[in-house]
């Protein structure tokens, strides 16, 4: 009988990946997250919300009320819970992904946040368009990561964190033609720790 659990980055990108293609079904993940967010940019003064996660330790502005999602995971290191918070509007996307790594990373922590950047852009089939950013968020390492889709019609950043034991993924879609809109720069800049 084949062993079932999956390496934690492999767990870790199928959920960002399909988070990312789940926002249309049955559309192209070329295309979808595209298609999905097509029209123009949202004013972060319409809509947009302090969202806090009390067990994640953090908030974030999110353009609209996220829904949230527990996914049991087993991987290589152990049982992991995959916690999402996330919200679609018709121009962003927007999500953050937590989950405690259950052992030893066995990796310092930029090699652990490489992989798992490596992973991420695999698994959603993004063409990475900058340079890795190393980031930190309270004197904790992360990474930044900007892509977009294949057929060039859609736009991707997405930023790692790894505080302690907990690995953090922030990310937004939207369409290429959107991918300067100041909304982006909002969400990531809210991003706080609690």
């Not at 960002?16 to 926002?23: C, D, E, K, M, S």
């Not at 953050?96 to 030893?104: G, L, M, Q, S």
């Not at 060039?152 to 300067?180: K, Q």
Request: aromatic share 8%.
């Amino acid at each position: 009988m084949p062993d079932a659990r999956r390496p934690l980055w492999i767990a870790v990108s199928l959920l960002a990946a399909g988070t990312l293609l789940t926002v249309i079904p049955g559309v192209s993940s070329d295309t979808a997250v595209g298609m999905a967010l097509a029209s123009g940019p949202v004013a972060v003064s319409q809509g947009w919300q302090n969202y806090k996660s009390p067990a994640g330790h953090y908030s974030i502005l999110m353009p609209c009320s996220p829904t949230t999602e527990t996914t049991p995971t087993e991987t290589d290191l152990g049982p992991i819970a995959l916690q999402k918070a996330s919200c679609a509007t018709n121009a962003l996307f927007t999500t953050v992904i937590y989950y405690d790594v259950p052992a030893t990373l066995g990796a310092s922590p930029d090699e652990f946040l490489t992989v798992t950047a490596d992973a991420l852009v695999k698994g959603s089939g993004f063409v990475e368009k900058a340079a890795r950013k190393k980031i930190t968020i309270d004197g904790h390492p992360g990474v930044e990561i900007i892509g977009e889709s294949q057929d060039a019609s859609s736009f991707v950043r997405a930023r790692y964190y790894l505080v302690g034991s907990r690995i953090y993924l922030v990310m937004v879609g939207t369409a290429l033609s959107d991918a300067a809109t100041p909304e982006i720069d909002s969400f990531f800049g809210s991003f706080k720790l609690n």
